[in-house]
């Protein structure tokens, strides 16, 4: 494994402020977390592998548009095709960012030289599970955060 420290730029917040964010904008947060790591990642990889600005610039569209579409659909009545615009819009939104989530773990394993025996792997089922969130978390737990390390994520390897 390569020397870590520089993973030191990628710590924002603290886990918990980072879902409360989410949860309180209905993850609108969540897409500005994406906005500001995705320099930092494309920063210390090669031309090729960088997460795209196009992508992550419809992760924020579809934020805004999920956030939208949820204020649409306490107005209308039931069966009105906003719930099912809704409902596709806030699953395709939870696919980029599972597809962010994966892509900014690759980018670090391989930047960073992480192998599955390094404690700084990124697990694949808690990236599947909590994307920006668990990415928030590790970083945390990498750069000597204890106080989050049992929080969300008990014993992660």
Known sequence: ???IQTIQQFKDQSTAKLVGLGLIT????LAYYIKK?????NKIIGEEERISEGFVDSIM???YISLGLFFAYLIVDEGHPVEIVSDITDRVWAL?????GFKARNRLHSAYEITTEDTEWFHGFWTFGFSPVYFNYKINCICGDKVEQD????SVP
């Open 151 to 154: 929080w969300v994520f008990p």
């Open 26 to 29: 209905y993850g609108v947060y």
């Open 37 to 41: 790591q995705t320099p930092r990642i």
């Open 61 to 63: 569209a579809m934020s």
């Open 96 to 100: 980029m960012l599972l597809i962010w």
């Open 1 to 3: 494994m390569k020397e």
